[in-house]
C-alpha cells in the first residue's frame, strides 16, 4: 500500500483581501460591501472609534492583515436570536446594527481603524455578565490559523475585574493587554465626533497579546 504525504501547508494570502473585501483589493463588485458598516446610523450609545495595528515579534506593523470584528450593542445585546435575554425582555436591536464587520490594515502603514458604539456589558450563556468587550478575529500572511482575542475598555475597571473571560487569564499581568487605552477623554462620542481608543494586538514578544481558543 502507497501511503500519502502530507499536503503542504499555506499561509494566508492575497486571495483572502480579494474574496472577502474586494474593494480593499481594487475590485469595486459591490454597491455595499458585507461588513463595512458595524452598527448602522439608528444604533444608540458613545460612538466610538478603534484604531491600532497588528505588529509581530519585533514591532514591525503587518500591513496585510484582516480583521473580523463581533460584538453587541449598548445594551449588551448582540445581533443574533439565540442572545441570552433577562427574563420578561424581548430581543431587539437598532435597525441597520449588524454588530458584525471586516476590518482591513492600510498597505503602506498597517494602520486600521472600525467606527462603532460601545458595547454594554453582556449576559453570558451561564447568565454571568460579562464587561463591556469586542471579539476581534486576526488573520494574515503568516497567520496558519486565525486568531481570537478580545478588546476591553479601560475605564471599565469594576466589569472588567468581574469578567469571568479575564479572570481565566492565570497571569494576571498579561490581561493589560486586552485593554483599549482611551485617546481622547473630553469627546463625548458623537456621530461627527466619536471617542477614540487605542488598540495594538502584538503576535509575539513581552507585549504579546492574549489570545484564545474558541
Do not use: C
Not at 41 to 53: D, F, L, Y
Not at 55 to 80: F, R
Not at 94 to 102: D, L, N, S
Amino acid at each position: 500500500m502507497t501511503s500519502l504525504k502530507e499536503t503542504p501547508s499555506q499561509t494566508a494570502g492575497p486571495y483572502v483581501h480579494i474574496g472577502l473585501a474586494p474593494s480593499a483589493a481594487g475590485f469595486d463588485i459591490y454597491e455595499t460591501e458585507l461588513g463595512q458598516n458595524i452598527a448602522g446610523p439608528e444604533a444608540k450609545g458613545q460612538r466610538i472609534r478603534i484604531e491600532g495595528r497588528v505588529l509581530d515579534g519585533t514591532g514591525t506593523p503587518l500591513k496585510d492583515v484582516l480583521i473580523e470584528v463581533w460584538q453587541a450593542n449598548a445594551k449588551g445585546i448582540y445581533a443574533h436570536r439565540e442572545t441570552p435575554q433577562p427574563e420578561g425582555e424581548p430581543q431587539q436591536v437598532e435597525a441597520g446594527f449588524r454588530g458584525w464587520g471586516r476590518v482591513i490594515s492600510d498597505f503602506d502603514t498597517g494602520d486600521w481603524q472600525f467606527e462603532t458604539v460601545k458595547p454594554g456589558p453582556v449576559r453570558g450563556r451561564d447568565s454571568r455578565m460579562m464587561a463591556p468587550h469586542i471579539n476581534l478575529w486576526i488573520v494574515a500572511r503568516g497567520i496558519n490559523l486565525g486568531l481570537n482575542t478580545r478588546l476591553y475598555f479601560e475605564e471599565e475597571q469594576e466589569a472588567n475585574d468581574n469578567d469571568p473571560v479575564l479572570k481565566l487569564i492565570e497571569q494576571t499581568g498579561r490581561r493589560h493587554t486586552l485593554l483599549a487605552r482611551t485617546q481622547d477623554q473630553a469627546n463625548t462620542g458623537t456621530v461627527e465626533t466619536p471617542s477614540v481608543y487605542r488598540f495594538d494586538i502584538h503576535l509575539q514578544g513581552p507585549d504579546e497579546t492574549v489570545f484564545f481558543d474558541i
